[in-house]
């Protein structure tokens, strides 16, 4: 309906009578088929006499992304050429080796290994920088794809060049593809005797069952209490948020609701299976980034007052998408509903319907919002994602930890220490001393990297402000004095953020050990919401007065 109305609006006069416009159905069609000439004898004319070649792939597809850009993020079109890596994000399957590869100053680098693939078992390094793929030069060949080289069928082989730290001469690694299963669940184990933790970092095919196998793993270590950790989550398909809210709640407990412009299509999607624990204390960890399947198993979590959730407010994307076959084996993911979580609130925060006149789109406010009772009566709201129980403050990186991320010094001392440390201690127990820490210092005193401060930001604004103003002359010597002041060193700032820089250095050198886990297993003693939880649990008193409302 949005794209019709646009077309219509553009293109032909208003019909008004009692300050409502009317469009019959065959006033409609008529005004889709006009466009569509108007675009296809338009499309004829540029490419008959534009004074340079076109590309018609490419030009039409700048003009569809053009037009869904005007509806909202998540309506996409995938081209052909494109179905794979569509099929990737849904499954978590493809062929290729198992390795992440990223591009730092025109240079292929290995940025991670996943466990268990044909890419860790070959012997490839994290920091390897790779030359050529299958004899292909990918430096000098600018359209060289490498993520693309490296995928193909199963059961062939792939010759990688490349260049490791600490070797003069380049080294030629020989990998099998194979079918790489990207795993929903990265990490999970246990944070004490008690307390068991579950990382869900997507809703691709089958997540349910691997947050069940890691529940049930987990209960067979003991667990008494749950952290399921939805942070960073960008949510994923609407079966499997059912499933896994299963666990949690028994058979027959409405999940999720989508209404959309389509009556047939909506519909109430409740629990099938018996549930698997509906008793055992959980806590959800949300944030900014946790979206649509995340903030339904969240919602549902809050609703049905099953759990204490901890973290900072979720996305707020409450639309569903359906995909759609298109010719010539394209295919458009298109959103097609909105979904209401069992208390009925939607917690879509932006709204694209009503976009400004620069065509941006503003967040609902929050005096708009509505409000809505859990099953125990707590109030909750929608138009706005899910708001924890217990709110935490997201964390604001220093400029320096910024700069150091963004250049890649962080990752390049984990590519040096690991090359100079053959073994290291489990990455819960890993800690660099300091003295480790001072050689990092010494060795990142050399490299390129600078950050502006706040307050440096700050005092530029005033120095403007004080010019424009006519100010300047009367306050320059302050000024230039609180500049003096207030200059940033970097070697005094290596030493005020040295726990948070620190920090950075032990989860990645852990991860160059023990890849994703060993990240996540290093970051355990400095995450401010694990800590939360950990206290949480501890006061259990504290724990049922939340869900009963009485904080």
Same mark, same amino acid.
């Given at each position: 309906?949005?794209?019709?109305?646009? %077309?219509?609006?553009?293109?032909?006069? $208003?019909?008004?009578?009692?300050?409502?416009? &009317?469009?019959?159905?065959?006033?409609?069609?008529? *005004?889709?088929?006009?466009? $569509? +000439?108007?675009? &296809?004898?338009?499309?004829?004319?540029?490419n008959m006499y534009y004074v340079d070649e076109v590309n018609p792939n490419r030009m039409v597809k700048t003009s569809i992304d053009a037009m869904l850009k005007s509806l909202d993020p998540y309506t996409n079109f995938y081209a052909e050429d494109d179905i794979e890596d569509y099929m990737t994000m849904t499954t978590g399957r493809y062929n290729g080796i198992g390795a992440t590869i990223g591009t730092r100053q025109d240079k292929s680098i290995v940025m991670m290994l996943f466990e268990g693939t044909p890419a860790e078992k070959s012997g490839l390094q994290i920091g390897d920088e790779i030359l050529k793929i299958d004899g292909v030069d990918i430096k000098t060949r600018r359209d060289a794809d490498a993520g693309k080289l490296l995928r193909g069928q199963t059961g062939t082989a792939v010759k990688l060049t490349v260049k490791r730290?600490?070797?003069?001469?380049?080294? *030629?690694?020989?990998?099998?593809?194979?079918?790489?299963?990207?795993?929903?669940?990265?990490?999970?184990?246990?944070?004490?005797?008690?307390?068991?933790?579950? +990382? $869900?970092?997507?809703?691709? &095919?089958?997540?349910?069952?691997?947050?069940? &196998?890691?529940?049930? *793993?987990?209960?067979?270590?003991?667990?008494?209490? %749950?952290?399921?950790?939805?942070?960073?989550?960008?949510?994923?398909?609407?079966?499997?948020?059912?499933?896994?809210?299963?666990?949690?709640?028994?058979?027959?407990? *409405?999940?999720?609701?989508?209404?959309?412009?389509?009556?047939?299509?909506?519909k109430s999607y409740s629990a099938l299976s018996p549930a698997v624990d509906t008793e055992m204390p959980v806590v959800v960890l949300t944030n900014n980034h946790s979206a649509s399947a995340a903030e339904i198993v969240s919602g549902v979590?809050?609703?049905?007052?099953?759990?204490?959730?901890?973290?900072?407010?979720?996305y707020g994307k409450g639309l569903v998408q359906t995909t759609r076959p298109l010719s010539f084996?394209?295919?458009?993911?298109?959103?097609?509903?909105?979904?209401?979580?069992?208390?009925?609130?939607?917690?879509?925060?932006?709204?694209?319907?009503?976009?400004?006149? +620069?065509?941006?789109?503003?967040?609902?406010?929050?005096?708009?919002?509505?409000?809505?009772?859990?099953r125990a009566g707590r109030t909750v709201y929608d138009g706005g994602g899910v708001t924890p129980d217990i709110q935490t403050e997201a964390p604001t990186p220093s400029p320096l930890a910024l700069s150091l991320t963004n250049k890649g010094l962080i990752f390049d001392y984990a590519v040096k220490y690991k090359h100079d440390h053959p073994t290291i201690k489990q990455a819960r127990e890993f800690k660099l001393t300091d003295a480790e820490y001072q050689e990092f210092v010494k060795w990142a005193a050399d490299k390129e990297y600078d950050y502006t401060t706040q307050v440096e930001k700050d005092?530029?604004?005033?120095?403007?402000?004080?010019?424009?103003?006519?100010y300047f002359d009367q306050i320059q010597n302050q000024l230039n004095a609180l500049k003096s002041k207030m200059s940033h060193s970097k070697d005094a700032d290596m030493k005020t953020f040295q726990t948070e820089i620190r920090g950075l250095l032990e989860q990645e050198i852990a991860g160059h050990y023990y890849l994703q886990k060993g990240i996540k297993e290093a970051s355990f003693s400095t995450d401010p919401e694990i800590k939360t939880a950990l206290d949480l649990f501890k006061d259990m008193s504290r724990y049922e007065r939340i869900l009963k409302g009485s904080k």
């Open positions: 309906m949005r794209l019709y109305k646009k %077309l219509i609006l553009g293109t032909s006069a $208003l019909l008004v009578a009692g300050g409502m416009t &009317a469009f019959t159905r065959d006033d409609r069609f008529f *005004e889709i088929a006009r466009n $569509l +000439d108007i675009y &296809a004898t338009m499309f004829k004319e540029l730290f600490g070797q003069k001469d380049p080294v *030629e690694i020989s990998v099998l593809r194979d079918v790489v299963k990207m795993t929903n669940v990265p990490y999970y184990g246990m944070l004490n005797e008690e307390v068991g933790y579950i +990382d $869900l970092k997507d809703f691709m &095919a089958a997540a349910g069952r691997e947050v069940r &196998a890691a529940y049930q *793993e987990l209960k067979g270590k003991g667990m008494k209490k %749950l952290v399921l950790d939805l942070r960073e989550n960008p949510g994923g398909l609407l079966d499997q948020s059912i499933d896994i809210s299963n666990i949690f709640i028994p058979r027959g407990s *409405e999940v999720v609701t989508t209404k959309g412009k389509v009556t047939e299509w909506n979590i809050q609703d049905y007052d099953r759990g204490v959730l901890i973290g900072q407010r979720s084996g394209t295919r458009m993911k298109i959103t097609t509903a909105k979904y209401y979580i069992p208390s009925g609130r939607c917690i879509q925060a932006i709204d694209y319907s009503h976009r400004n006149a +620069d065509g941006s789109v503003g967040k609902i406010a929050d005096s708009l919002r509505t409000a809505f009772k859990t005092l530029g604004v005033l120095e403007a402000s004080a010019k424009k103003e006519k």
